[in-house]
């Protein structure tokens, strides 16, 4: 089974960055794409931010021109840069991975991100 370890949240103030990252526990053969998801309290979980192992790039348009996804398919990370933190970004921020081999749906355990002044 896939795991996937996220890493990098905290607290950070306002106008403030944080860099997330996450790796696999084990090497996934092929990948569709790679992703990162939030939830905020009492709100639904929320896509971020995605891209795909052909490079394709797509943003919430509540993020576009202050977060940036990169990763490294060929060893399973994937990364985001938070610039320009708001107190609206204060969620737990989930890595996500849709594999073809082995094929399935992975999920990180979160990490919380708060800004707060």
């Known amino acids: 089974q896939v795991q996937l370890v996220e890493s990098g949240g905290g607290l950070v103030q306002p106008g403030g960055s944080l860099r997330l990252s996450c790796t696999a526990s084990r090497r996934i053969v092929s990948l569709y794409a790679m992703d990162w998801y939030r939830q905020a309290p009492g709100k639904q979980r929320e896509l971020v931010a995605s891209?795909?192992?052909?490079?394709?790039?797509n943003y919430a348009i509540s993020v576009q021109g202050r977060f940036t996804i990169s990763g490294d398919y060929a060893k399973n990370t994937v990364n985001l840069q938070m610039n320009s933190l708001k107190p609206e970004d204060t969620a737990v921020y989930y890595c996500?991975?849709?594999?073809?081999?082995?094929?399935?749906?992975?999920w990180g355990q979160g990490t919380q991100v708060t800004v707060s002044s």
């Open positions: 891209m795909t192992s052909r490079g394709r790039i």
């Open positions: 996500h991975a849709n594999a073809n081999d082995p094929i399935g749906n992975y």
